[in-house]
């Protein structure tokens, strides 16, 4: 089973900051793996797909990038209602896993 | 547009299953790869397994296997996640998703409590 660690696991950030979010896959699974947004009380919201492709109507300050075994997610300039946990997901291989979290509060 | 509609909350005892319903709209369901992914409060995302239309075949998280039955109904373009042997930690929100992640269920609250 691939393993997908994020960090870091909280981030508190200021508005307009730019905010990062890494993901590292305990094995390469190339480009499948893709990053969702969950805000309290509601359903996963998918981002970023294939770690770089942009999704319509995602802002896009949201963007992805990496390959292999390392993964980012970048926000850049952070708004409120950014608010969420973030997570990745990889489709590479079965069991399809998801990472751990990462929980981004506004400051 | 694919719109996922889940049924509702189910309480279960332990021991017991639960099978929860997730209805396809706008597609039909053999034309979509539905996932089940749960999340028990407070806690992140877990993949259980998903139902493959184009072949039929159905591939379970090793964590669930021999627990969990995925299927579909095609005359009501509906799929079905039952999971038995119910016990406490099984108690959390269950979400039908597409393939692509891009379309998710609304969540079926199970409770699993004596």
């Known amino acids: 089973e691939i393993v997908l660690t994020q960090s870091p696991g909280f981030q508190s950030v200021a508005p307009k900051e730019k905010v990062t979010i890494t993901c590292r896959a305990s094995e390469s699974i190339g480009s499948s793996l893709h990053w969702f947004q969950q805000k309290p009380d509601q359903t996963p919201k998918l981002l970023i797909r294939y770690a770089s492709q942009s999704i319509s109507g995602v802002p896009s300050r949201f963007t992805g990038s990496g390959s292999g075994t390392d993964f980012t997610l970048t926000i850049n300039g952070l708004e409120a209602e950014d608010a969420a946990v973030y997570y990745c997901q990889q489709s590479s291989s079965s069991p399809l896993t998801f990472g751990g979290g990462t929980k981004v509060e506004i400051k | ?114």
């Open chain 2, 1 to 114: 547009q694919v719109q996922l509609v889940q049924s509702g909350a189910e309480v279960k005892k332990p021991g017991a299953s639960v099978k929860v319903s997730c209805n396809v709209y706008g597609y039909r369901v053999t034309q979509l790869a539905i996932h089940w992914v749960r999340q028990a409060r407070g806690k992140g995302l877990e993949w259980m397994g998903s139902f493959d239309p184009e072949d039929g075949e159905t591939i379970y998280a090793p964590k669930f296997q021999g627990r969990v039955t995925m299927t579909e109904d095609t005359s009501t373009d509906t799929a079905y996640m039952e999971l038995s042997s119910l016990r406490s930690e099984d108690t959390a929100l269950y979400y039908c998703t597409t393939e692509a992640g891009d379309r998710w269920g609304q969540g079926t609250l199970v409770t699993v409590s004596s």
